[in-house]
């Protein structure tokens, strides 16, 4: 009841005016941002960072919100109408969402996306609502070693667990952290990779590096695969934005079915909405082969359904997980670690001591934006497919642009854009050979807090690296990181040799017919 409570009276300032009017800016940006071709949620939100440090902070982070949901939608509409999602937890949406819009239904996949999305939104922030504060309660038992196992856990799983290759993932990780001891030691006072810069004293500033990695760098990578492409890949997104009895019926079970799978994913670090959409998505395709008359590859409405609840469910949980752990689960919530520390706040317990009418009314504008966000996408996606005709030089040099104001109008130090494109050029070589960039951003984000973690627990052992495994809860953190751990090894192992086996096949069954014939 005491959650009810605070979620009313988080109302009472989430619905203010000025409040208001940031969801609804947020909605608009994320949206706007995330169907662009390319872009995605968690480059809108680095790439509006900079320019929210002049509101209070209880409208930055609402409006922050509006800007991350509104990215989730705008990425299914871009991957529903070009085949090009914005970033990877629209893949799975690609496979029967484009196949709808070719087919002349690209209203239907659009109107299927954005209810699957609210649907898996709103129950996750309803659960919100009653898990965060037992979350904040749980953090309360954790100490310098739960936290460094939390930390440890949160880079192993994205590094290895999570990316397509583990050295790859391993090499962005170390980056990150490396980036975040930068400048001068807090305990020794000592310099370290400063290379005797003044200006790298104080560290490299966490908002010039989200927004070169995911933002400029972006662009650089985007720009130099620009390809001329045909007209005719553009699809019609004119009709009735609305499902039949029939198709809303067809879609429910999938909607539900994805939300309970994106669910537990919000509070475990694999990287965000990727794992659990492509889960759902699989699932909706098993069990569409017992049908008599299978619908994937002809454009399943269910298909689509369950990834788009799956993504979005995954994301609502993700921030009550962000809220009173202070654990970003995927980049676009290390992201908004970072706003919070801009603002001088630490998620965990004590922010919804400290802060409450922040937590609360941020939690409340969730259900706000969820509602917006049905609006605005339901009847104006023919609106959102204009904005595909801007040239792309125009595109991304005003993308381009609006990083270098932003970086010089929080810092007024051209040093720091030097920084930015350093940083940039960094991701664009990162992302040209397939490394990922969430494992170093984790990195970064929760490197300072892993260090501290770890010299507060060998400092109150006197040196005993015991303390480090002293808990039940640091216990059941590396169990379950080791279990995690063998199990994504030894299935790759297993499909790499499947596949050997595939290809060995394949070569004798090639062989065959000319050694026959020698005989």
Request: glycine fraction near 12%.
């Amino acid at each position: 009841m005491d959650a009810l409570a605070n979620l009313m009276e988080g109302f009472t300032h989430a619905l203010t005016p000025m409040n208001l009017l940031w969801v609804l800016v947020g909605c608009f940006l994320g949206t706007a941002v995330g169907v662009l071709p390319g872009l995605g949620s968690s480059m809108a939100v680095a790439l509006l960072l900079p320019m929210t440090f002049a509101l209070d902070p209880t409208g930055a982070f609402i409006m922050f919100a509006g800007v991350y949901f509104g990215g989730l939608f705008g990425d299914s509409t871009m991957a529903i109408l070009m085949n090009t999602p914005g970033q990877a937890s629209a893949i799975a949406s690609t496979f029967e969402g484009h196949r709808m819009a070719r087919d002349g239904r690209a209203p239907q996949a659009l109107a299927t996306a954005a209810i699957g999305a609210f649907i898996g939104g709103i129950v996750s922030c309803f659960l919100v609502v009653f898990i965060a504060p037992l979350l904040a309660d749980l953090s309360t038992k954790f100490g310098p070693a739960e936290y460094f196992a939390l930390a440890l856990f949160a880079f192993v799983a994205t590094s290895s667990v999570v990316a397509d290759s583990v050295l790859k993932g391993l090499m962005a990780l170390v980056l990150g952290i490396g980036i975040s001891v930068i400048g001068i030691d807090s305990v020794s006072g000592t310099e370290r990779f400063t290379f005797g810069v003044p200006e790298l004293f104080d560290g490299v500033s966490l908002v010039t590096v989200t927004v070169g990695m995911l933002a400029l760098g972006e662009v650089f990578f985007i720009a130099s695969r620009i390809r001329r492409q045909a007209s005719d890949n553009t699809i019609n997104a004119s009709g009735r934005p609305f499902l039949s009895r029939r198709e809303f019926t067809e879609a429910l079970p999938a909607w539900l079915r994805g939300t309970a799978i994106g669910l537990p994913f919000g509070v475990i670090p694999v990287g965000g909405a990727d794992v659990p959409t492509f889960m759902a998505y699989g699932l909706e395709r098993k069990l569409d082969s017992r049908r008599k008359d299978p619908q994937f590859g002809k454009g399943a409405i269910r298909g689509l359904a369950a990834p788009e609840a799956a993504g979005s469910a995954t994301t609502g949980i993700s921030m009550g997980a962000l809220f009173a752990l202070g654990l970003p689960v995927s980049a676009t919530a290390a992201i908004m670690l970072a706003a919070f520390r801009q603002y001088g706040l630490q998620p965990g317990p004590l922010l919804f001591d400290r802060a409450p009418e922040l937590v609360w009314g941020l939690i409340a504008s969730f259900f706000v934006a969820m509602i917006v966000l049905l609006i605005i996408n339901l009847p104006f996606a023919p609106l959102w497919a204009k904005l595909l005709l801007i040239p792309d030089p125009y595109l991304y040099g005003g993308i381009a642009v609006f990083c270098g104001l932003g970086i010089y109008a929080t810092s007024a130090s051209t040093f720091e854009l030097f920084v930015l494109l350093g940083v940039a050029i960094v991701s664009f070589v990162l992302k040209r050979y397939g490394v990922p960039l969430a494992p170093l951003m984790i990195g970064m984000v929760l490197g300072p807090l892993a260090e501290t973690s770890l010299r507060d627990a060998l400092l109150s052992a006197g040196g005993d690296p015991a303390v480090l495994v002293s808990s039940p809860i640091t216990i059941v953190l590396y169990i379950i990181l080791i279990v995690a751990v063998v199990y994504t090894g030894v299935g790759r192992v297993l499909a790499r040799r499947r596949g050997q086996q595939v290809r060995n096949s394949e070569v004798l069954d090639g062989r065959s017919p000319r050694g026959m014939t020698g005989i």
